[in-house]
C-alpha cells in the first residue's frame, strides 16, 4: 500500500457528478486538485449497493462544506462503473444529493498502483488518502472491510496537517499547536 511521504499516482477517470441527463459524468483527473493548489481527500469503499458504504458516503457529504472551506477537494471512489454509481445514487435516498464526484476505476489500475485490493474479489479495501496540493501522500488510513471510518476524525487530521505545526494527541482545530 503506498503510503506518506509518497507521491500519489496520477490518475484520469470517469465520475458521476450529477443527476441532471446529460451531465452525469465528468473527467477527473490528479491535475485538477493539484492545479488548482488544493489539498485532495480520496476515501475508497468496496462496493455499491451494499450496507456500509452508503453511511459513510452519507457521513462524507454531509461534511463537504467542510473540505471546501479547507480547500480540499473530496472525491469517493471504487472498482465500481460510472454506470453503477449512477444507478446507486439514483437508487439510495442519501445518495441523490451527493456534493462530490463518485470516481469509477473500472480497470481498477488506480486502486492496484494504490497497493488497495482486496485478494480475492479484488476490490478496494476501506482506504483514506489525505495528499497535500504537491500530489504528496500525507494521511492514509485503512480499515477492515467491515467497519466504516469516522469522517470527523479525517478533518481533525485535515487541519493539522494544514497547519504544518507539531500537533500533539488528540488536538483539536483551535487549540495550541507545540513549540519546538
Same mark, same amino acid.
Request: include cysteine.
Given at each position: ?15 458521476? @457528478? ?7 459524468? /465528468?473527467?477527473?483527473?490528479? *491535475? ?92 478496494? /479495501?476501506?482506504?483514506? /488518502?489525505? @495528499? ?20 470527523? *476524525?479525517?478533518?481533525? @487530521? ?21 513549540? @519546538?
Amino acid at each position: 500500500m503506498l503510503g506518506l511521504g509518497q507521491k500519489f499516482p496520477e490518475f484520469k477517470k470517469k465520475a458521476v @457528478v450529477s443527476l441532471e441527463k446529460g451531465n452525469e459524468f /465528468y473527467d477527473i483527473s490528479s *491535475e485538477d486538485h493539484q492545479s488548482a493548489g488544493k489539498w485532495m481527500a480520496m476515501f475508497w469503499w468496496p462496493k455499491d449497493f451494499t450496507f456500509v458504504c452508503p453511511t459513510e458516503i452519507a457521513a462524507f457529504n454531509a461534511k463537504n462544506e467542510d473540505f471546501l472551506d479547507r480547500d480540499t477537494v473530496l472525491i469517493g471512489a471504487s472498482t465500481d462503473s460510472e454506470f453503477v454509481h449512477l444507478a446507486w445514487r439514483k437508487d439510495h435516498d442519501d445518495l441523490r444529493g451527493l456534493q462530490f464526484p463518485m470516481l469509477a476505476d473500472t480497470s481498477k489500475s488506480l486502486a492496484e498502483e494504490l497497493g488497495i485490493l482486496e485478494e480475492n474479489e479484488k476490490i478496494a /479495501y476501506r482506504v483514506t /488518502y489525505i @495528499v497535500d496540493p504537491q500530489g504528496i501522500i500525507r494521511w492514509v488510513c485503512a480499515n477492515d472491510l467491515s467497519v466504516g471510518r469516522n469522517v470527523d *476524525e479525517v478533518l481533525r @487530521v485535515l487541519d493539522a496537517l494544514q497547519t504544518d505545526e507539531l500537533c500533539p494527541c488528540n488536538w483539536k482545530a483551535g487549540e495550541a499547536t507545540l513549540a @519546538v
